[in-house]
Structure formats: C-alpha cells, structure tokens
C-alpha cells in the first residue's frame, strides 16, 4: 500500500483537489438526501442509517470510498443551519469565505503554542486581536482567541481570581450556565444570582446584593441572553459596579456582533466599562466553529496567564525576539481560527458585517410581526435581537413540547424551546440572512399545522 498524501508542502494541493470535489459532491448528495433541515425519525432512526452506512470503524484493510460515505452520512444526517427552518440554537449558518479559509488552517495546520509552529498565524492573531479589542473598548487592551463563550467566560473568571485573590461571582438569573460552571471549576463560592423578573437584571435588586457583600466582587451582566436575546441594562450596572468597587464582565457572546451595525451598536452602550468581555464570532459572525474570543480592558490582567515550559517558551529564545505564545490560552495545541475571522473582516469589512446583522435582526422583526398577527399565536415581546419567543394561543406547556418534538422527529422545523414567565415558549434565533418572509410564513404554518386544537 503506497503512503498516503499529505496535505501540506508542495503536493498538498494537487493531492486536495480532487478530494474537494469529493467533499462537494457529498455534501450535495447527502443534503438532497436529507431534503429537509433535520434528517427524519429521531434518534434512533439516525443512528441506525449511521451504523449502516460506516460498519466497521476500524477495519483491516481500508477502503478507498470512506471520505465520499462519511461524509455523505454526515451531511444527510445533519441540522443544517443554512435551512430557513432550523432556527433553534445560536448555531450560524458558516459564510463560504469563512470556511473556506478554514480548510487552508486545517491542511497548514499551525499550533499557536510556539512562534516556530505559527511564524504568520502568531502575527495574524496580534494584529486581529488587536483590532477586535479597538472595536470594544475604543483604545488599547487585549483579546484572547477562545473556542467560544464557554471558555472566554471561564477565563474572564480566573483573570478576576488572580487579579483579586478570589472574587465572588454575582450574576442575573437570565445569565449563562457556563459562569455557574465556571465557579465550580475554580473552586469559587457558589454565584450570588440577581433577579431577572423581566429577563434582564434588575438594578436595584443588583444595588442591594452588592450593599450586603463583602470582599471582592465581580459582577456578569449579559449582553444577548441565550434564551430571549435580551440585554442587560449594562449603563446602569457598571454605574452600580463603580459605585460599589466591583469588577465588571459582560457576556456578549450574542449580542457582541451588534458592534458591526451602526443600526443596532448602540444597544451596547456601557460594554467599553467592563473590565472583560465574551465575545463569540460563530454566532453574529457567520464563522465554523471555534471563533470566541476574549477582549480584556487591563492588557496587564494577562499576567496571570503567564506559564514556562523550556521546549516552548525558553527564556533565552524569548530575550532573543521570539514571541511567547504559551500566555495567551490555557491551551497548549491551538489551531489558527484566526485566519478564518481575518479572511471575513477583510472580505466583508464592517459595512458587509453590518448588514448581515442588521438583516437577521429585521427577520426577527418580521416574524414577530406575523406572530402578532395571528390570531392563534401568542408573542413573549418584541425582539432585541435575532431571537423570537412564541407559542401557540391557549396551549398547555406539554403541548408546547410536544410540538417541537414532533417537528424534530418528522426533520420539518427545528425550533428551541425557553422558559420565561414561568411558561414554556417555542424559540426560534434567527441567523440566516437569506430568510425570506415566505419562509417564516411558513415557519408559522408548520407550527400551526402541529399544533392540536
């Protein structure tokens, strides 16, 4: 058997042309297949059309149409967020431009763990981090590449430990679970939680809180919360936090592409006060997975992050000029999804990014329009962002469950599901900027259709 090619080096592209049509051809084959935004049956009807189509995972001797099958297994199996009618998570559709950049990280395959395994990719990331951090606080800071909210949140935590020698976290109850898990992972006290009669937090009942603590506080408010897309009163809380000496953070995974619109940047009025902030570029920002980051006002605060390890990061190679990489994640092996969020700031530049999110957030509008138009649907509230919280009029909340299982189970709609105001709501988060008002109305049919009467 001869040796298999590589991606990179002089060969690499010859060897991946004709495994690109491959690809593309299943992925075309596997999503007519699926026909719809959800493969069809459930759980354990997709799993049994993946056991059949892969057999053996392992088997003694290769074959030569696994990429064409798995990948086509993968593909008809799929949610695709591109579908109209799959509207549930905040799981963006990818931009073409984004992923195709990200197919020349993967075959060049940087780590960001030393300067001589990402000489370009370490420069990259300095001057995007850079630019991104502009874009949160107007002046100089810094920024961490992240895989997402999840850990930009936990680290947002730990630079507020270190800074601090230990923090109490407080948080509105509409605020993430990944800030819960985070205190547990750092061994902090449990969160002291806010109320959030409205969705959002409430400032005076934060004023009280902060009254009756002591020692260090960091308080998180929210900017885009993940089950309504609301945003925290973030003006009034830094207000409190000043007043107070609290420190600062804002999840902005969501809401933090609102940067890009001139339409829509306002809404994020008092983010610049935070002392860190989590942003997260695979929601409203069109990019595969990974792109979180996390912009931090003090780049001092970094310090903490600071680690040696001889065969990366020896002292003498870093008094020589190389740059120390092995501060800037928790992470040792880190892949460039730099270059992807680069190729779209570039490609699109703010006004091509702006649009994108002025767009969803106008569907959002739309459909809450037709919502309040109907007369067999109830409206939660008018949308903030890209989120719309809705539910068939009179119905129970099993009923409310059911028709979204029924959904998911036939592959006609996939729509999430929030609890607020102590009743359960379908939800649909609205990415895809090429939703047209026919398939909202359509959206609102398939519901309706489901829905027993």
């Known amino acids: 058997m001869s040796t298999p090619p590589l991606a990179s080096g002089p060969e690499g592209p010859d060897a991946l042309r004709p495994l690109l049509e491959t690809v593309l051809d299943a992925l075309r084959d596997g999503g007519e297949a699926r026909g719809g935004p959800l493969p069809a049956g459930g759980p354990e009807e997709v799993a049994r059309r993946v056991r059949d189509a892969v057999g053996d995972v392992l088997p003694q001797q290769g074959t030569h149409d696994a990429l064409r099958t798995l990948v086509r297994t993968l593909a008809e199996g799929s949610a695709d967020p591109a579908d109209p009618l799959c509207a549930a998570h905040l799981h963006c559709p990818p931009l073409a431009v984004a992923t195709a950049a990200d197919l020349a990280a993967g075959a060049l395959n940087p780590s960001l763990d030393s300067w001589d395994q990402a000489p370009a990719a370490s420069e990259l990331e300095t001057l995007v981090t850079r630019a991104l951090t502009h874009e949160v606080y107007g002046a100089a800071g810094d920024a961490l590449v992240t895989t997402g909210g999840t850990e930009s949140n936990q680290l947002a935590l730990l630079l507020a430990r270190e800074a601090h020698g230990g923090v109490q976290l407080i948080c509105g109850a509409n605020a993430h679970h990944s800030l819960h898990r985070a205190a547990w992972l750092l061994g902090l ?25 002591h020692g260090p506080l960091l308080v998180a408010a929210t900017a885009g919360s993940t089950d309504a897309g609301l945003i925290d009163p973030l003006p009034d809380i830094a207000d409190l936090c000043a007043a107070h000496g609290a ?188 939703t047209r008002p026919s398939d909202l109305a359509a959206l609102l049919k398939l519901v309706e259709g489901h829905t027993p009467r």
């Open 189 to 213: 006290p449990d969160p002291v939680l806010v109320p959030a009669p409205a969705g959002t937090m409430d400032p005076a009942a934060l004023d009280e809180a902060l009254g009756e603590l």
């Open 247 to 434: 420190r600062l953070h804002i999840d902005a995974a969501y809401g933090g592409g609102l940067l890009f619109s001139d339409r829509h940047r306002a809404t994020l009025d008092g983010l610049h006060r935070a002392h860190t902030v989590t942003l997260d570029l695979h929601k409203l920002g069109w990019q595969p997975v990974a792109a979180g980051l996390l912009a931090v006002r003090d780049a001092h605060d970094l310090t903490a992050l600071q680690h040696r390890a001889d065969y990366l990061n020896a002292d003498d190679d870093t008094e020589a000029g190389l740059p120390d990489l092995l501060g800037r994640s928790l992470r040792t092996t880190r892949r460039p999804d730099i270059l992807k969020i680069a190729v779209t700031l570039k490609t699109l530049g703010r006004h091509g990014l702006g649009a994108l999110v002025d767009q969803v957030c106008a569907h959002a509008h739309e459909l809450a329009d037709l919502v309040e138009a109907h007369p067999g649907f109830e409206l939660y509230d008018p949308p903030t962002l890209s989120t719309v919280l809705f539910r068939p009029t009179e119905a129970t909340d099993e009923t409310v469950a059911a028709v979204r299982r029924k959904l998911l189970h036939d592959g006609r709609a996939v729509l999430g599901r929030a609890r607020l105001d102590n009743r359960l709501w379908l939800k649909a988060t609205l990415l895809n900027p090429h």
